[in-house]
Structure formats: C-alpha cells, structure tokens
C-alpha cells in the first residue's frame, strides 16, 4: 500500500518525467489577492501566468500546494472534506491539451497508483445553446479510447441540464454507463467581467461502492450527495475568454489539473474516509490517548478536532504565519481552534495544554515535506496554548451570562438571547443547548438561526465589499500600487531595521494595505522618514527592470523574498532602478508599472496593529497634480 507521502511523489515524478517543472507550494497567505481569505486551490497563485503572463519556469508546471477552504467547515465529518487539504496540481500554459491531459491522468491513476479502472467515471460538460459553446467532444472521444485502452466499457450516460446535484432523473446503468455531462458542474469560469477566462471541466470520480441513501433523491448518480461516488481530480480547459459578445476561443489554451491528495489517498488505500489514511491516523491516535474514548465511538468529534487543528497548525505555522484575532483571516484561526475545543468537550479531555500536544503530532507528521512548520513550532505551540486559555476565560464568562438568563421566569431561552451568548461572548449555541437540556429549558432554535442568518448576511455583504477584485484584476492602478509596495518595504527596513519581513499584502485598485512584523506603533517621524524614500524613489523616475534567475541566484543577488523554495525553480525578479541608485530587488510575480514616474505622489493614510508583534499599513497613489493643489 503506498503512503500519502509515496503518492505526493509518483505523482510529482510523474510529471517531471512529462517534461514538467516542479514548483514549490506557495505560502497559503496570498499576496497581493483580495479575493481570497487563505489559498483554496493550485490555480490560484498561478493566475497570472493563466492570463498570459510568462512563468520563469516554462509552460508545463506541477506541484502540491498548501489549500484552506474555509467555506467547508460545516462540511467536516461526512467522509471526504477538510478545511486544509493539498491540492496535487498540473499546469499547461499553451502547450498541450485535453488527450494528453486526460491519457496522462488516467496512466497514473491505473498504472501508478494500481486503482481499479472499472470504478472509475468521469463527468464532462453538456454545452449551452445559449452560450454558443457546444458540447465537450473532444473529452468523450479521448475517455472512451482511454476506457477501451484498458478493457472496460464507456458508454456515454443520460445527461443532466438542471440542477446537477439532482442529476438525470433516471436509474443509470453504472456497469456500462460510465461517462456523464452536466451543465452546470462542468463548467468552470473565475468571475464575470470582460477578459475572464473559462472554460469545460472534467472530473473524475471513483466508486466506493457504498449503497444509495434515497434521502438524497430517487436515483443515485455521479453527482449525488449520498457518498458513494467521490470526485478525487478535475481537469478545467481554459478555453474561452469572456468578451462584450459573450465567450470566444483563445489562440492559447490552458490546462489546470487539481487533485486532493487526502481524496486520493483514501481511495489508493482502500479506505472508506479521508481520516482513515495515514495523513490522519496519528492525530486520531493521539487524541485517543487524551480522551480515553475510541475514534469508531465518537468519529464526528475525531474527524473535527483533528481537521481544525491540521488546519490551524498550517496557517499559524505559514512562513506568513497569522495568528488568533478576532478579524479577518486571524478569526478563521480563532474560530478552527475553538471549535476544536468545543467539539472535544464532549470527549471530556482534562489535560491541560492538550491542543499544543496535538499540534506536535501534527508538526511531526509533516516534517520532511513542510519545513516551515518545524522552524515555526515555538510560535504554533505559544499560540495554540495562549488560545486554549482564553477561551477558558470565554466559557466562563458565557456560562455566567447563562445564568443570568436562566435565572429569569421564563422556561425559554429566546433565539436572540442564545445568539447574544454567541455573538457577544464566543458561547457555542450546542454548549447554552446543552445547559438548557440539563435544566429544563427550551431553546428557540428556529429564532437563533434567524438572527443567525442575518448576521450572516450583513457580514458577506461586508466581506464582499472588502475582498472584491483579485490578482487577475492586473489594471494599470493595481501594477501601480504592487511597484509602490515593493518601494515601501525596502523604505521599512531602512528606517526600522532588517528584521523587518512581509506577512501579507492585500492591493485593489484604490489602496495597498501591508503587513510586516515589527513589536512597536510606528512614530509619525518614522512614517514621514518612510512616505519621503518612496517618493524619492518615484522622483528618481527609476526603471523597473525583471530578470529570471534561480533561487540560488537571486540570493546571491541581494534580492528579498521567502526563499522556502525546495524545487529547482527559477524565479522572476524585479529590481526598481535609475543610473545611480538600487531601490528594491524583490522576488516577485508582478505585475508592475514600467517606471516610477508612473506612480504619482505616495501617501500613507493609516498605520495601526495587526495582530501581536505585526503591525500594518494602508496607503494610496495620488495623481501628482493634486498634491500641487
């Protein structure tokens, strides 16, 4: 049976052989994008070279990449999701297509990794008349030749033009009928604005054999939420590019190849859950031996203590490491470890410290493959200790407030004072639920998740106001406002020091907002001297120059950057230069106006903390007329 760790390298051996360069996974803290709270797939740090922008490592890439996708939390325990996970990932940028993606795959999947082909079906996309795009042709020719190269009968599925959770609305012959198309799962575009790219999806899925559950409809299919099928690969062809007139072929074609190496691991060894394999066993073990209670027993509880905290090591152990807060991405944080330590209380855990002694596990397990989270073990553990005691403190707050509500007349405890318990003091509803039971009291729920629900609301509308945009929003005012903070950065460390590192960047067209790690407020002399450099910089009307070079080089070079590289890889450098003086030369992906004299009079608006030991900055581009005014 081949380990997780034996998968992650056929598969990158595989690829290398493909004539593919291997690159390193990026930080899960994006830079640059404020679109995303954390990395949530392979693609998104390569977007760039998507659009068209050129990869110092050539046009065929693969790589395993650190994901968190926060959205799933809830999902957690039903056999197949994570909120971090590693998305094992193949790139062509131009360079071949669907039959060499597709025959490729399929060779790894029946000849590498020995999994049976006549459990595997694969979903391709049904076209649209109204969008002019007509059905993927060109996948079912290439996987019926696939299916016969290895004996197994391909014939071609009912179709589903609804909604494709519903699937066909008919019984399917799954001995024979083995390739799909959908509508609406197999397509795949990044949002709607003129120049998007998009495209047809196909994706693999791997028969457990697990019977139909007919409360998730009449007729099992690919698609069906029940669990018997579990998608482990999706192979999106960049096709198209979205234009006034709706969507036209590109000269250029992209491949983007993702697939959960948890996902893969559970179907190569034969396991029937993703926390089953040996990605996982050692945390369960460990958690075991601090409950005294077996996994099989309380398997919800394991699968979500031992997910959340994975997912907390990554993020806190991320060379841009973010800690517990009570914002942004530090909330995600805050609320992966709480909820861990809620969910264990019903495993009754006495230890003290206990999560930090899981976070070892963890940190142990990864080792050889992330070498970030053993350098940054101190602080994973620090963190983890300091979160699990305030929120002691929390608990006993709540429970306090608790009973003042329970010392009322009433034998009910409305949905908006359980929500208060929530929303003001971090009390989980399942806990003021479970007080309730034990003293008699009825629990509105109904109430609770209404105001449950528009809270949520007014916090997507916010948090859709705040991370709109993206990397792929490469205007001439975000390359701008990238170049200022390139000049800024190198303004920090000559004012404050060389300890000064970048721990997160988030650019719109608008505003540069940037993170670094330094222990103190900064003093308005300080910014002043900082806001001075940068200008002088734009004065100089200096050159921004890009070269491609090694790792090694670029070190030797002088230029800064996170340098956890493990592969050979090159990178692009980018050095802002006039005839007398070097301002910056910093390993970056770009983009970047052409000269400074593009970029107006620089100007900070705020400084402010953070999180403990980081402090952050907001500053804008002002057209230079105005500062004349």
């Not at 590693?86 to 025959?103: A, P």
């Amino acid at each position: 049976m081949l380990t997780s760790q034996q998968i992650r390298e056929k598969y990158l051996n595989f690829f290398q052989a493909k004539q593919h360069a291997i690159i390193a996974s990026s930080s899960l803290v994006p830079e640059n994008d404020p679109s995303l709270l954390f990395i949530n797939s392979g693609m998104s740090p390569l977007i760039p070279y998507l659009m068209g922008e050129r990869h110092p490592n050539g046009n065929r890439l693969a790589n395993s990449q650190k994901c968190c996708r926060t959205e799933d939390i809830n999902e957690v325990g039903d056999n197949r999701h994570n909120t971090f996970f590693e998305m094992l990932g193949n790139w062509s940028l131009g360079d071949y297509y669907k039959k060499e993606q597709l025959d490729w795959w399929y060779e790894l999947l029946i000849e590498e990794f020995k999994i049976d082909p006549s459990r595997l079906y694969q979903t391709i996309y049904l076209g649209d008349e109204k969008l002019k795009i007509e059905r993927d042709s060109e996948s079912i020719n290439t996987l019926i030749n696939i299916f016969g190269k290895y004996s197994v009968e391909a014939n071609i599925g009912p179709d589903t033009d609804g909604k494709g959770e519903i699937g066909p609305g008919r019984e399917i012959d799954f001995q024979n009928e083995r390739i799909f198309a959908y509508r609406d799962k197999n397509w795949w575009q990044r949002g709607d604005a003129i120049g998007e790219l998009g495209g047809p999806d196909s994706e693999t899925f791997y028969d457990t054999k697990k019977n139909h559950d007919k409360k998730f409809g009449e007729f099992c299919h690919v698609n069906c939420d029940c669990g018997r099928f579990i998608e482990i690969g999706n192979s999106v062809f960049m096709q198209y590019q979205k234009t006034a007139n709706g969507w036209t072929e590109l000269p250029n074609k992209n491949v983007d190849f993702g697939g959960g190496l948890e996902r893969i691991s559970m179907v190569v060894q034969g396991k029937n859950n993703v926390f089953e394999t040996d990605l996982f066993i050692n945390t369960l073990t460990k958690i075991e031996e601090l409950s005294d209670k077996k996994y099989i027993d309380y398997q919800r509880e394991f699968e979500i203590i031992s997910d959340h905290l994975k997912s907390a090591v990554f993020i806190i152990g991320d060379e841009r490491g973010i800690v517990p807060t009570n914002t942004d991405q530090g909330y995600i944080v805050r609320r992966l470890i709480r909820r861990a330590i809620r969910f264990a209380r019903n495993l009754e855990i006495k230890k003290d410290s206990w999560i930090a002694l899981v976070a070892e596990i963890i940190i142990n397990d990864y080792n050889n493959i992330y070498a970030e989270l053993s350098k940054n073990k101190n602080k994973i553990i620090d963190e983890f200790n300091k979160e699990e005691a305030k929120f002691k403190t929390t608990l006993e707050k709540g429970i306090i407030e608790y009973k003042k509500i329970k010392s009322q007349d009433s034998k009910i405890i409305s949905g908006t004072e359980a929500f208060n318990l929530y929303q003001t003091y971090g009390f989980p509803l399942e806990m003021t639920e479970e007080l309730a039971m034990e003293d008699g009291l009825t629990l509105n729920i109904e109430e609770f998740e209404e105001e449950l629900k528009k809270h949520q609301i007014l916090s997507r509308t916010s948090s859709e106001a705040k991370f709109k945009g993206g990397l792929a929003d490469t205007n001439i005012e975000t390359a701008k406002l990238h170049t200022a903070t390139h000049l800024m950065l190198s303004a920090l460390k000559q004012v404050l020091g060389n300890h000064i590192e970048q721990k997160g960047s988030n650019i719109t067209g608008e505003r540069l907002r940037f993170d670094f790690s330094h222990p103190e407020k900064l003093t308005p002399e300080q910014l002043i001297k900082i806001e001075s450099i940068v200008n002088r910089a734009i004065n100089a009307k200096a050159q921004i120059n890009v070269v491609e070079l090694s790792v090694e080089d670029a070190k030797e070079q002088g230029a800064i950057g996170v340098f956890e590289l493990k592969y050979d890889e090159k990178v692009k450098v980018y050095t802002i230069e006039s005839e007398k003086e070097v301002f910056s030369k910093e390993i970056c992906g770009g983009p970047h106006a052409n000269n400074t004299e593009d970029l107006g009079h620089f100007k900070i608006v705020k400084e402010e903390s953070s999180s403990a030991g980081v402090r952050r900055i907001k500053a804008i581009l002002k057209n230079t007329l105005d500062t004349q005014k």
